[in-house]
Each structure stands twice: as structure tokens, then as C-alpha cells.
């Protein structure tokens, strides 16, 4: 629908944020079909001026993989609440990070990663050494994740990084 008349513009306008916004990729893994979890993180990353790709539930593993190598994103962040979020994101990860072109991009996974009962800090230290750069299991706090997220320079800005700092 039109608008007949415009709104008023602002007078003033708020100052550009210094961080710029990152591209991210929202996913779940292929056995979980839960949605809300993704609707969520991408509310959250869209509010913070991040631009979100949400490739939804049921993400068969070679589709992630082939959506990272097109898109290319500086942050992939993997959701997963079903309960087989050790074995999903473990054979994941390894996928991802086979393709030299992914060994460097920032990856991370939170959620309900076992099953109730399970123990939180096994699955964190396996998810990590399999290669994910941080993992945010349930009832971790949001800040822990939005400060990780705040502190991952934009593509563009690592690629005008001086080449002695450049990885
Ligand atoms: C709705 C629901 C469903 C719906 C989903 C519909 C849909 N379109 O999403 C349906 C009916 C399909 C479903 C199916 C199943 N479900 Co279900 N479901 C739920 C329920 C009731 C709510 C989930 C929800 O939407 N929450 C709202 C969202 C916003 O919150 P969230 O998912 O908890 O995510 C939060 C955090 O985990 C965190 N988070 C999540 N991901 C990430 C990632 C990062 C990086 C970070 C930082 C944070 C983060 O942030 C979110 C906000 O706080 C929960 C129980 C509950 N009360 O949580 C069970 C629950 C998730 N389901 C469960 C199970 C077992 C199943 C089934 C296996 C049941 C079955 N036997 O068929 C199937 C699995 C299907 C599949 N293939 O995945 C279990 C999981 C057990 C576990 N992990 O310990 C739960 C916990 C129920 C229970 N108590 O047993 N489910």
C-alpha cells in the first residue's frame, strides 16, 4: 500500500555506528526442526545492525556448506535444540572446515545441545576442539553472545587490514 502523505523526516539522525554490521549465516543442522530458535537469533542480530541470512530448519549438511562457500559470511551461527546437537554439529563442523576457504570463518553453535542431564562442559570442550570458535550452550547468557559477535571485524574491514596483521 502507498502512503498518501509522507512522514515528516527527522531532523536530526543518529550517528553512524562505528561497527558497520556483519553478514551472518543462521542455520540449524539437519535432524532439527525447531524454528523459533532461529527466528530469535536473527531478531537479535538484525536489531544489533548485523544483515542475517536464515537458512531455517532441517539444513542438510552440504547445503550449509554450499551457502558458506557462495555467501562467504563473516559469521555462521548454528542453532540446534532437538537434543543431537553434539553429533550434529561435530560432523558439521568438520564438513565446514575441510573446505580451505571456511578454515578461517567464524563459526559458533549454542542451544540445547544434549539431552537434559547431559554434561554442558564435555560437549562444550568437544564442540570446540572439532573447530567451533565459541559454543553457547543453554542457559549460557545472551551477553556472552553478543559480545563475541561485537568484537568479529566485517569481511571488509579484515580485508583493509594491513597484510602484517592480515591472516
Ligand atoms: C515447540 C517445540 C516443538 C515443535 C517445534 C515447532 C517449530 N516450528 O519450531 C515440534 C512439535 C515440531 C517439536 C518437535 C520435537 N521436539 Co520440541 N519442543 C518445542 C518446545 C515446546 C518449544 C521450543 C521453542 O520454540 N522455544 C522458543 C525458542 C525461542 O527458544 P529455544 O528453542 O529454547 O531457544 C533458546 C535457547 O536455546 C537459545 N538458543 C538456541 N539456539 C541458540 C544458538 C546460539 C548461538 C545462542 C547464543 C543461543 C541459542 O536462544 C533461544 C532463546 O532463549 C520445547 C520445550 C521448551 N519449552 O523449550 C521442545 C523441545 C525443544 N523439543 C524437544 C524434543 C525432544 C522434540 C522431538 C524430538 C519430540 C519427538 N519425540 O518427536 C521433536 C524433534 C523434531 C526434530 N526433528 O527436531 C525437547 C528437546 C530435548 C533436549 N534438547 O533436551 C524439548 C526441550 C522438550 C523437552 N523438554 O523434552 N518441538
Redesign the pocket.
Known amino acids: 500500500m502507498e502512503l498518501k502523505h509522507r512522514p515528516a523526516q527527522p531532523r536530526t539522525r543518529t550517528p553512524r555506528a562505528a561497527h558497520t554490521g556483519l553478514d551472518v549465516l543462521v542455520t540449524s543442522v539437519a535432524?532439527?526442526?525447531?524454528?523459533?530458535?532461529l527466528i530469535?537469533?536473527q531478531l537479535l542480530l538484525e536489531e544489533s545492525g548485523h544483515r542475517v541470512t536464515n537458512l531455517g530448519a532441517c539444513v542438510p549438511d552440504q547445503l550449509l556448506v554450499d551457502e558458506c562457500l557462495a555467501r562467504r559470511p563473516d559469521l555462521v551461527?548454528v542453532?540446534?535444540?532437538?537434543?543431537h546437537g553434539l553429533n550434529d554439529g561435530r560432523r558439521v563442523i568438520e564438513q565446514l572446515r575441510s573446505h580451505p576457504e571456511l578454515r578461517d570463518t567464524q563459526v559458533?553453535?549454542?542451544?540445547?545441545l544434549?539431552?537434559?542431564g547431559s554434561e554442558q562442559g564435555d560437549q562444550i570442550a568437544e564442540l570446540t576442539k572439532a573447530g567451533f570458535n565459541a559454543v553457547?550452550p543453554?542457559g549460557?547468557a545472551?551477553t556472552g553472545?553478543n559480545d563475541f559477535v561485537q568484537a568479529i571485524p566485517a569481511r571488509s574491514a579484515r580485508r583493509a587490514l594491513p597484510l602484517a596483521g592480515a591472516r
Open positions: 535432524s532439527d526442526a525447531h524454528t523459533w530458535n530469535y537469533l551461527v542453532s540446534t535444540v532437538n537434543g559458533v553453535i549454542g542451544g540445547k544434549g539431552i537434559a553457547f543453554d549460557a545472551i553472545f
